[in-house]
């Protein structure tokens, strides 16, 4: 039996460095082992997944984001994508503020403040507690290898993918919801369930479907439980016994310019 030394708890870790498959871009998944204070997802321990060659900040004007965020559509639309690639997107809804978190976790990154994970001496400050997989990013980017180590090591965890419809990454629907913003086709809640995926659908309406709760954590659902205490976005349910077929529905939601981008957004107007 491996005994976890004494010693003190780090900033951050350093779960995992790769290339993207989308650009081969430089990224890291980074873990702070502080408390986070976000009010929505409670106490739980945060992941993020980040180029580790560029501001988040600039990533995202430059429309180079791509390759850690995929072709989630809550990046926004970029016109003559192809004449002008790094034109900053248009219609951006995505929910992270990147000039927040991300960028200081970039900034800790660029000035040494992680250390490289060692489970040996990392396991003991993530043991019993929550997590969220995927705080920025796109989660399917952390090896499956860490994410069912880190799973059977907490006492819950959430995580939601855009990358459902890829077969290849269909070992993550264990662990991780279906990230959907229809009933019916592009992005649709019928396509995700028919791969085996339990889905979280946001959209623009405000009306769960047969087979959907609305998310406890919402505001319109009155914030009656946090992240950290509902722990119903568990991919399959293993951690939410009797509830392994509930779909989860929430409007969608951010500050003025976001919700400004929501109403005119197409894929969030239909359900």
């Known amino acids: 039996m491996v005994t976890a030394k ?27 082992l502080g408390k986070s204070s976000n009010g929505k997802t409670g106490k739980m321990l945060q992941t993020y997944i980040i180029r580790s060659d560029m501001h988040p900040v600039e990533a995202v ?6 390759g850690i965020c995929f072709n989630c ?26 000039g927040q978190g991300p960028a200081q976790v970039y900034k800790a990154y660029q000035n040494d403040r992680y250390v490289t994970y060692e489970p040996v001496l990392h396991d003991q400050f993530i043991r019993g507690r929550k997590v969220r997989f995927g705080t920025y990013g796109e ?26 419809s890829n077969l290849g990454f269909s070992p993550y629907r264990r662990y991780f919801m279906a990230s959907v913003h229809s009933l019916a ?13 339990r889905t979280f659908r946001t959209d623009n309406d405000g009306t ?31 951690r939410s016994k009797g509830l392994q077929f509930v779909d989860i529905h929430i409007n969608a939601h951010g500050g003025p310019a976001i919700m400004s981008n929501v109403r005119k957004l197409p894929i969030l107007q239909t359900s």
């Open 73 to 98: 559509p809550m990046r926004g639309l970029v016109a003559d994508a192809f004449k002008r690639p790094h034109q900053k997107p248009k219609l951006r809804t995505c929910y992270v503020n990147v």
């Open 6 to 32: 004494r010693t003190a708890r780090p900033l951050g870790v350093i779960l995992h460095r790769g290339y993207t498959p989308t650009g081969n871009q430089p990224y890291v998944v980074i873990m702070p």
């Open 185 to 197: 086709g592009p992005w649709s809640r019928a396509h995700a369930k028919s791969l085996g995926w």
């Open 139 to 164: 989660p399917v980017l952390i090896p499956i290898r860490i994410v069912e180590h880190l799973a059977s090591l907490s006492d819950g965890w959430t995580g939601y993918t855009h990358q459902w």
């Open 61 to 66: 004007q430059k429309n180079a984001d791509d």
């Open 208 to 238: 769960p479907a047969d087979g959907e709760v609305t998310c406890p954590a919402s505001a319109e659902a009155g914030k009656r439980l946090s992240c950290e205490q509902c722990k119903m976005c568990d991919g399959e349910g293993v």
